[in-house]
């Protein structure tokens, strides 16, 4: 039986990150486009995911790569057009991938015609109150109407010129000051984003990925964080997106993207009738440490329970780290805060690779759904010497620097050949691929990699191979088995074994009838260290 006949699919599912921009380009323009990802699928079939999740396609001034959206119903030119997305998802079905889109409804990009005609119409309009208008303090209005902060560094509010010229109002954005703010306490910006729900899934996407869900809902009365992040309220906002998305056939499904600390305020999204499921940043932030590791699968798994949701587990996507250079470091844990520090510290790439190679087994065994951000299969690492004046990211240029940016891990993906663009762009392309990739790829491309037995990618085939052949694997249950401190080891019924060394020594492996498949090859009979291994038992 393969994955996709388990039903529902996505609480099993391996579900593929397409970062648009990155991913190939088919015109030469240095950019990723659709007609790229579409000659690609039978790539991605070929790897054995179960659905692709694509980043924000929408027409953008890509002040945040797209996540800033200016018409939520089409597709951004330099990607391709709205006919294009159609015969891409089809042709996504017809290699049976699922498809799932990324819906951006915190804030949409200041080019958005709301935002044009709530600036055109002033304050107290009703306009303006899809957003988050408020007059400034002071004397002059000269000050922000409060101390909030935006997540992407500086203040979250920015002064607007008003139609007669003067300046006027500030408007909030939690993100970049291209990101405005949609006010959720507006009943027009929640039919409108119903519609834009109805609008892909009549197009016959499968799933919504809700980028930065828990912060819909704001109370400006609260200091910091607490004036967005989790209020009660945004609970409502899920319950009508379920009904609707209830209503359609098939197995649609949403996906929060929540950074959430508390368990059980994670959990609440995941009732049966809110989201279906979300993003486990806990396991993607975990050093590699195994009592770390077990800690956070335990809890993890004790908070879905209840609410009968899947895990869904994670080692990387567009915003952080990639973990071949996470794991390469002695402080192997990711947290946005740190990652300045972390850069600069020694970084040793084959045990960073050795590293996510058993994890990338580790997360496959795991119980529920598992992501894959295009490139982890490659093995690429986070590409920290990008000449600074090509830096994109509105995380490096908002916090003057203090933050690396998220361009490390969004460099476009090495296909073929053995100098840049590695096939990314067609031969003869117009442009160099938007951010340059290292000449170090060449070992690392598709081409490269394919018929290596050692090879990241044919590692992630096999695995992927296996998964879907295994009933034990995917949504489920675990149960732990007695093993050495610094190894994780769980059976998953029937006769599945997973082991992790995360001690720095070899292990024995536990009794087992047959090897299927390892991270690395064994030691005799012992498990290396930074190795993962799956048995029959
Ligand atoms: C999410 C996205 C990130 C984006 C931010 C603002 O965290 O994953 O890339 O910058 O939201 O939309």
Redesign the pocket.
Known sequence: MSRVDKEPWWRGAVIYQVYPRSFADANGDGVGDLAGISERLPYLRGLGVDALWFSPWYPSPMA??G?DVADYRDIDPMFGTIEEADRLIRDAHAHEMRVVIDI?P??CSDAHPWFREALAAGPGSPQRERFWFRPGRGREGELPPTDLGSIFGGPAWTRVTEPDGRPGEWYLHL?AAQ?PDFNWNSTEVRAEFLDVLRFWLDHGVDGIRI??AAVLVKDLDLAGETAYTDLDGVHEIYREWRSLADGYPGDRVLIG?LWLPDHQRFAAYLRPDELHAAFNFEFLCCPWEADRLRAAIDESMLAHQPVEAPASWVLS???VTRPVSRFGRADSAFSFADRLRRQGLPLDLELGARRARAGALLCLALPGAAYLYQGEELGLWEVEDIPRPLLQDPMYHRSGGADPG?DGCRVPIPWSGVEPPFGFSPPGAAAAPWLPQPPAWKDLTVEAQTGDPHSMLELYRSALRIRSAEPALGDGTLRWLDSPAGVLAFVRDPGFICVVNVSGEAVPLPPHESVLLTSKPLDGSALPPDTAAWLRQ
């Open positions: 945040d790569a996540y951006v915190n804030h993100f990101q980028d930065s993207e996507n567009h915003d998220r």
